[in-house]
């Protein structure tokens, strides 16, 4: 199991950006595919974006086509979300998960962060 610790949440208006970042520990980061989701209040968590082990495959959420960004740098053993263009709707507390395959669903995911917490205002 790999440890995740989620930072880089705050408060920010519509129209800005942010970028989220997720560190994971232990020398197996880069066996793992990499998920962003997010959960809004009153909501189920829905999934945001992923990437794989090497980082040369990504997926996004329609919500968030053109607009997010995930990268990763395995050597530092960290996860981003590069979030622009932000909207009121993209307010949730937004966690990283790791997993040993590239998917949208959140079950074959396996270690979760803590979540930080995106405040889009308008």
């Known amino acids: 199991q790999v440890q995740l610790v989620e930072s880089g949440g705050r408060l920010v208006q519509a129209g800005g950006s942010l970028r989220l970042s997720c560190a994971g520990s232990?020398?197996?980061?880069?066996?793992?595919?990499m998920g962003w989701f997010r959960q809004a209040p009153g909501k189920e968590r829905e999934f945001v974006a992923a990437i794989s082990k090497s980082g040369g495959s990504t997926i996004d959420a329609d919500s968030v086509k053109g607009r997010f960004t995930i990268s990763r740098d395995n050597a530092k053993n960290m996860v981003y979300l590069q979030m622009n263009s932000l909207k009121p709707e993209d307010t949730a507390v937004y966690y990283c998960?790791?997993?040993?395959?590239?998917?949208?669903?959140?079950?074959?995911?396996?270690?979760w962060g803590q979540g930080t917490q995106v405040t889009v205002s308008s």
């Open positions: 998960a790791a997993g040993r395959v590239l998917t949208t669903t959140s079950r074959p995911y396996t270690s």
């Open positions: 232990g020398r197996t980061f880069s066996s793992y595919c």
